[in-house]
């Protein structure tokens, strides 16, 4: 898909609310990020999550206001569809790294890949890839590795809720025969799939890398309510980019309690309200009579206090 440059007037502002788009494959999360700019006509515009150029799917974008919902949308859990081809390893877990393994992977029994699976499936440590995001002393482990050091990686708590075995074809690459296998995985925040992938390669003896991505949903947004950079491109210049307001997107995200007017114009002015018996627990979205966002709140103590306050206060 090409980089179209903008031309004819500028479009109005688009209002606060989030843009869930369909990332195509070749672009960064910052190449998405940067054209959304242009088509809502404002600079605050942040993503929920990166996605590897590689990678396809969900892709939750905040515009003004709503780009204080992304930390909670990031922490949200996450459902992909992948492809992993058993026998070959590369430098980067993917298929944007370099082959360095290729290995017959003809032998494997579907016993033998189910156990593999079901090893790395609910709570595991996990050692991201080398040229994951992360930061190491400060700069990106990816930016250390390109400039030819060895990086190495402290495993981290993840859950993989599913992780589900789909479709298995053999190929031949460089004339060994070797395993695509198609999944599904549901995991938590922070959980990389192209390290599943080398995992499971590993346990099983021959190595392994993702050929394929695809985030279908991030937290409570499906690909469902995700657009294309082309279908979004294609709205009318005179009319602000259509988003998902702040009220709906917060209803999507959190637990939802109702206030009544005197509670709104305490939380407005960053006072705390009384719990409710039997309430919502963690973050909440705290909504106006007329189902306006007010607040984030917790929990804390014997007090629910605001976290995030959106509703100005009257005067």
Partial sequence: MSRPTPTGPRRPTAADGLVVVDKPQGWTSHDVVARTR?????RKVG???TL??????V???????????????VG???EYTATVRLGVATTTDDAEGEVVEVRDASGITEAA???AVAALTGPILQVPSSVSAIKVGGE???ARVRAGEQVELAARPVTVERFDVHERRRVVVDGSVVLDVDVTVVCSSGTYVRALARDVGAALGVGGHLTALRRTRVGGFGLDVARTLDELAAEPDDAPLPVLPLADAARATFPVRTLDEDEVRALSYGQSLAP????PAGTVAAMAPDGTLVALVEERGPRVRPVLVFAPAST
């Avoid at 590897?52 to 799917?57: I, K, N």
Wanted: no cysteine.
């Fill in 76 to 78: 949200a859990d996450k």
């Fill in 276 to 279: 409710v018996p039997g309430g």
């Fill in 52 to 57: 590897d150029p590689m990678a396809t799917g």
């Fill in 47 to 49: 993503h929920a999550g």
């Fill in 140 to 142: 990106r482990a990816y």
């Fill in 113 to 115: 890949l189910d156990a």
């Fill in 59 to 73: 892709l939750v974008l905040g515009i003004g206001r709503a780009t204080r919902l992304l930390t909670y949308v």
């Fill in 38 to 42: 242009r088509l809502a006509a404002t």
